[in-house]
């Protein structure tokens, strides 16, 4: 909440401070995968991971309490919920808290920041980690004043007992061990007694973002800093064939020319310099073998028609019941960009033999034990420490930029390096959000009921991350360069291509069938709500069509096939706020449309209500009036999670009624942001209103990807009703509609 | 060697006079609020005032602004002492990422002094040149309402 919170993370971040406080934390990170399970029941969250007390929360003597996250910010306010759960259980103040996040040297190895778990993973770990200390500070405090420790109370960081006598924490400190296991029978609070969790508590970053602080890896400046500029080939499988750089090393400011292989870069003392410089490097470049790119506007064909595996991950009943009514569809999604707005950045600074990176990619542990593979280091030599970017919204360019650095950084020995990527590396590169396609079909008995469903999907795989060192660009690009990882399906019950492949709804006969295509003629990886956004586009859109079948209002026929007791509770709620009508009579070119999702069918709950027009003159779909509701479990920060969802909701918007990576037989050519056109603020929805269900005591269950897929069949499904036509192949742009409705 | 006024302050900076205002803003001046974003004035983040009217500092350079003043986010106020736009959006919690915001705020300020009394399409309209990823457009858009309210009391109150 405060400037030293931040400041004082990159001042840990960045400074020879580290060096002492490494080595500690090289203990406290003790009980990892290979370290023997704790005795006793699963422990909640990644406690089950890394059981001791001080992997995540430490006191210190003068009061203050450190955070140790191994979740980073990516911008959906993580830090300030995680603040909170720590805050609520350990009964002192946020203002108390300074939090670390995802640093190889410092915090606990969680992985990536994805798919909707951070809450459910660090936040369930801090709030137990904390309710712990805070009980064996209680114990203390008891035995010290000779008193019974139920009888004390703790707030704000001191211990009161009935008779007024006070014990701070911080005096508490001394032979206190905290690198202990979490005893997760302590148990956390109970709602009802909050003074934080689930109480209004503004965002901590906000501040220092709204005043100039210094806030991203791209507001790095660290003594002696260069600037550096890579030069990407001109296509997929292009070979730097021969460069003259004499003339770009005479140019002002010019430091050193990079090259490795195919991997060329140019760093300067200043950043236009290097620009300059990219551009000079740019012209001398002579590349070859180009591979070829297959047709755009076959694209689903070609995939489909390339050797996949198929899994049969829901088998139920006897499928193939004729009902009395059936329907067939197929529906489609083109590659999407992440777009994120600030082209990645990251600074790197090889010394001695070590190398620490500062990266906003999702994943620090992962990310050093790729970079550590590219230089052939030990890992315990590289550092990794996130630091925050621009928004990602799953697997951009962040990872590759922070290889682009390492690089650099290796042949400029002691000094810092910051490297940005230009907006069309950014756009051209980035492994997108993979093309996909499913079939369903499905039967309605004469009561209206689903009878039979069939489903199947292809997909590439949603998960190119490195781990190795060829998932990185340069990886690719270096002259001993690595292979891509073979890309891997991610399983179920998430899922990766097949994620929300499964219904949620009742059916006595079902079959799920998810096809896996491991070739891939388009970089790509993973992007928020990965195959989410397809799968839940294409079932809920079949879910109104079949109502329709079926003579149903849509939110009623969900309703009827809804046992989950949370889901219908959503269902309902946005209904009511949105005040849906059965056959509601619009104005001829509008429509309202309806969808639910509960994300991986395991996290949260959420449904879309939205009125959208249709202008038949230029195709363009305008949304209207949005109404959502969303139950992601005990609600630790309602705003946050409302923040999410509308946000959730005004993305899909865009991906789903403009967005297309496109690409000629040689090359992406979408590059820029107006050859990938988004959603600008005259084409935003006229209000969007977003409902928390909160659910006291309940497990979180994370918030981040649960809008994405609702909004988009929601669309879809207010554009039939606005026009009479059934839209299946995403995106709904302005072309599409005007050819679909025959003006 | 040029010369520049930023936030008030005249600056001598040792840079090409072609180079854009943006690098030596953030390089130079040490100033964070703009950024990169595209480098083509097509997406706003860089956006800063010049004597009044939003440019795109990327593309702006350095030698057309001899005698002007330029206007960046950390001219505005500061964490301590924010002025009426950025406590809007603090108030509104008018961010995610928050990469995009100061390129928002710089914007809305043009606004505002321009068309304190605009409607809800012409706010709309003058945003259109900023893009946010995050979607967090319909905050923003309720954080211009509430700033433009604001600075109408204040300068209906002065006025008085």
């Not at chain 1, 992440?338 to 990645?344: A, E, L, N």
């Not at chain 2, 304190?116 to 709309?124: L, Q, T």
């Amino acid at each position: 909440m405060n400037a030293p919170h931040s400041r004082r993370t990159f001042i840990a971040g960045t400074g020879a401070l580290v060096v002492s406080f490494s080595l500690n934390r090289a203990f406290a990170q003790e009980g990892g995968a290979a370290a023997p399970k704790p005795p006793g029941p699963k422990l909640p969250g990644d406690l089950s991971k890394f059981p001791k007390m001080d992997s995540w929360i430490k006191l210190e003597a003068d009061g203050r309490v450190t955070v140790f996250a191994g979740k980073a910010e990516l911008g959906t306010g993580i830090k300030t919920a995680f603040t909170q759960c720590a805050a609520e259980e350990l009964d002192v103040a946020s203002s108390a808290i300074t939090m670390i996040t995802a640093d190889t040297a410092l915090t606990t190895d969680e992985g990536y920041t994805a798919g909707s778990h951070s809450m459910q993973d660090c936040g369930t770990a801090i709030r137990f980690a904390a309710a712990d200390l805070r009980a064996i500070l209680l114990e203390l405090a008891a035995t010290r004043l000779s008193l019974d420790a139920a009888s004390l109370k703790s707030a704000d960081g001191t211990i009161t007992a009935a008779d007024g006598r006070t014990v701070k924490y911080g005096e508490l400190v001394e032979g206190l061990d905290q690198h202990r296991d979490v005893r997760a029978e302590t148990g956390i609070k109970k709602s009802g007694t909050f003074a934080v969790i689930g109480k209004p508590m503004n965002r901590v970053d906000i501040p220092g973002k709204l005043t100039g602080g210094e806030s991203y890896v791209q507001d790095m400046r660290p003594e002696g800093l260069l600037h550096a500029r890579v030069v990407r080939p001109p296509a997929y499988g292009a070979k730097l064939a021969g460069i003259d750089t004499a003339a770009v090393e005479k140019l002002p400011g010019v430091v050193k020319v990079v090259r490795d292989g195919s991997f060329l870069a140019v760093v300067a003392e200043r950043e236009d310099q290097a620009i300059l410089a990219m551009h000079v490097l740019e012209d001398a470049a002579r590349w070859n073998d180009t591979t070829a790119l297959p047709k755009q506007s076959d694209i689903q064909s070609y995939l489909r028609a390339l050797p996949s595996s198929a899994t049969t991950i829901l088998d139920r009943g006897t499928i193939g019941q004729p009902g009395v009514k059936a329907l067939r569809a197929t529906y489609s999604r083109p590659y999407k960009s992440h777009g994120s707005i600030g082209p990645s950045c990251a600074v790197a600074l090889f010394d001695g033999g070590n190398l620490t990176v500062w990266s906003h990619g999702q994943g620090m542990f992962p990310l050093r034990s790729a970079l550590s593979k590219l230089l052939s280091l030990a890992p315990e030599q590289v550092r990794c420490i996130h630091t925050q970017g621009s928004g990602c919204y799953g697997h951009n360019g962040a990872d590759d930029s922070a290889a682009d650095a390492a690089l650099i950084a290796r042949a400029l020995p002691g000094r810092p390096i910051r490297v940005q990527l230009m907006r069309e590396q950014e756009h051209g590169w980035e492994p997108f959000g993979p093309a996909m396609s499913a079939q369903a079909s499905a039967a309605v008995d004469d009561s209206g009921k689903l009878i039979d469903w069939q489903y199947e999907v292809w997909s590439n795989t949603h998960n190119m991350r490195p781990g190795g060192a060829g998932n990185l660009l340069a990886g690719q690009l270096i002259e001993a360069a690595f292979k891509p990882d073979d890309p891997k399906p991610i399983p179920q019950p998430e899922g990766g291509g097949d994620r929300n492949s499964i219904p949620l709804y009742a059916l006595p006969n079902a079959r799920v069938i998810s096809r896996f295509i491991p070739q891939m003629p388009i970089r790509i990886s993973a992007l928020r709500g990965l195959g989410a956004y397809l799968n839940v586009f294409a079932i809920e859109s079949f879910m109104d069509e079949m109502a329709d079948l079926a003579g149903t209002d849509p939110v009623e026929f969900r309703l009827k096939h809804l046992e989950d007791a949370r889901a219908r509770d959503v269902v309902t709620k946005a209904a009511t706020e949105f005040g849906w009508q059965p056959n509601a009579k619009l104005p001829r070119g509008r429509g309202q449309g309806f969808a639910f999702a509960r994300y991986k069918n395991l996290g949260a709950y959420c449904a879309v209500a939205m009125d959208v027009s249709v202008d038949r003159q230029t195709g363009i779909v305008k949304i209207g009036r949005v109404v959502a509701a969303v139950d992601s479990g005990e609600a630790v920060n309602h705003d946050g999670i409302r923040n999410q969802i509308e946000g959730a909701i005004v993305q899909s918007a865009s991906w789903t009624t403009l967005e297309e990576v496109t690409f000629s037989d040689k090359e992406i050519t979408s590059r820029d942001w107006s050859s990938y056109p988004i959603l600008r603020f005259p084409d935003m929805p006229d209000s969007v209103d977003v409902h928390v269900i909160d659910r006291p005591d309940q497990p979180f269950l994370g918030t981040g990807e649960a809008g994405q897929g609702p909004t988009a069949a929601a669309i879809a499904n207010a554009v039939q009703r606005a026009t009479g036509v059934r839209m299946r192949d995403l995106p709904l742009n302005p072309a599409r509609v005007k050819a679909a409705i025959g003006v | 060697m040029a010369t520049i006024t930023v936030n008030g302050k005249q600056v001598k900076v040792d840079a090409a006079p072609s180079t854009p205002l943006l690098y030596v803003l953030r390089n130079d001046l040490k100033l964070n609020g703009a950024k990169f974003g595209c480098g083509l004035g097509q997406c706003g983040a860089c956006t800063v005032l010049v004597d009044k009217e939003p440019v795109y500092s990327c593309l702006t350079p350095i030698s057309v602004l001899e005698g002007r003043q330029v206007t960046t986010i950390e001219g505005l106020g500061t964490r301590e002492d924010p002025g009426p736009v950025q406590r809007a959006f603090i108030a509104e919690q008018a961010a995610q990422c928050g990469y995009c915001i100061p390129g928002m705020v710089m914007r809305t300020q043009a606004l505002i002094e321009h068309k304190p009394h605009a409607s809800e399409s012409e706010i709309r309209d003058y945003m259109a040149p900023n893009l946010c990823r995050c979607g967090t457009q319909i905050r923003i858009l309720r954080a211009i309402r509430r700033a433009m309210n604001e600075m109408r009391t204040a300068s209906a109150e002065i006025a008085r």
